[in-house]
């Protein structure tokens, strides 16, 4: 089977420390389905570390005037690189501990949005360092952010979350999946970038990371869409007395919870959505979600949220 995982923030870290760690244990589950005669191509989020980047970069621009402030796609393809290095360096290290000189690569890797996409007239994605209100007005005058308070916390720049439209390396991609490459791929969600003519431009913008997975995955005619995350099973009712997990979602039924506000926008809503999108795009197509460490159960259906037509 053809699969692509895309791996949640639990599965990084939230420091480059910590994450060459993580990967470790990352890498095992993958391996496992590698070793299954699976073909693997690896998806991931970037949430922690492209704030890391971006901030970093922020503040160093404030303290030296030689530094350069980095635009933020540029942050976004930073955090691909470095991730995708972590991860390819695991991956690669499991899989020849079990005997396999399979190739792992990372493609730093364009993603394609609509310039008209209505999210970039209502960005709610939060990025970056909090600031006093007095301190984002200041921000929004000299450099234009768009800010907003964050939950009691501070105020915040906001960027868009456009939903992706096609993957410009997408032909790289399946080359070298079809050459028994292991890929990874449209990290963090991939770089946002509108086309302009022969011209691709970044876009400051975040594209979440499970639905430029579900991308991928029909682009690559993929089988299988796994989307990690730190629970066993999506739930209804979640956290509360009469809380039910699920085995399996049609898409009519998933439509019925998403109704009744069984999905918390940031975290479980995206993967539900982006499950039912990859199921309903081709016949025999299977989404699952469910933990790192179940991937291989949940594809023989001992375990995780299987969503179907």
């Known amino acids: 089977m053809r699969i692509v995982v895309a791996l949640g923030g639990n599965a990084l870290g939230k420091t480059p420390q910590q994450q060459l760690q993580l990967v470790k244990n990352t890498a095992k589950p993958i391996v496992d389905l590698i070793e299954k005669g699976n073909e693997v191509i690896i998806a991931h989020g ?8 971006n901030l970093a970069m922020e503040t160093a621009s404030k303290t030296d005037a030689k530094t350069p402030e ?19 360096n695991a991956i690669r290290e499991e ?15 364009q993603v394609i949005v609509d310039k008209d996409d209505p999210a970039f007239k209502n960005p709610t994605k939060p990025i970056g360092a909090f600031y006093t209100e007095e301190e984002a007005k200041k921000l929004t005058k000299e450099k234009n952010y768009i800010v907003k308070e964050d939950a009691g916390r501070g105020w915040r720049r906001v960027v868009p979350s456009p939903i992706p439209v096609d993957v410009a390396e997408k032909e790289t991609v399946k080359t070298l999946v079809d050459n028994g490459h292991v890929v990874i791929t449209v990290g963090g969600g991939g770089i946002p970038v509108i086309s302009e003519g022969n011209r691709l431009v970044g876009v400051p913008a975040v594209i979440d990371k499970d639905f430029a997975s579900e991308k991928i995955a029909e682009i690559l005619d993929a089988d299988y869409l796994i989307i990690l995350t730190a629970i066993e099973k999506v739930a209804i009712n979640f956290g509360k007395p009469n809380q039910k997990e699920l085995k399996e979602m049609t898409i009519a039924e998933a439509e019925k919870y998403i109704e009744e506000g069984h999905f918390a926008p940031g975290s479980m809503l995206p993967k539900v959505r982006a499950a039912m999108k990859f199921a309903a795009s081709k016949k025999g197509r299977k989404s699952l979600i469910t933990a ?8 023989e259906g001992k375990t995780g949220t299987i969503v179907v037509q």
């Open 70 to 88: 980095m635009p933020f796609p540029e942050c976004g393809a930073m955090s691909q690189g470095y991730i995708g290095y972590h991860l390819q």
């Open 46 to 53: 970037n949430g922690p570390q492209v704030g890391m980047i």
């Open 95 to 109: 899989l020849l501990n079990r005997g396999s000189k399979k190739p792992v690569a990372t493609i730093v890797t």
């Open 292 to 299: 790192l460490e179940k991937a291989e159960e949940g594809i």
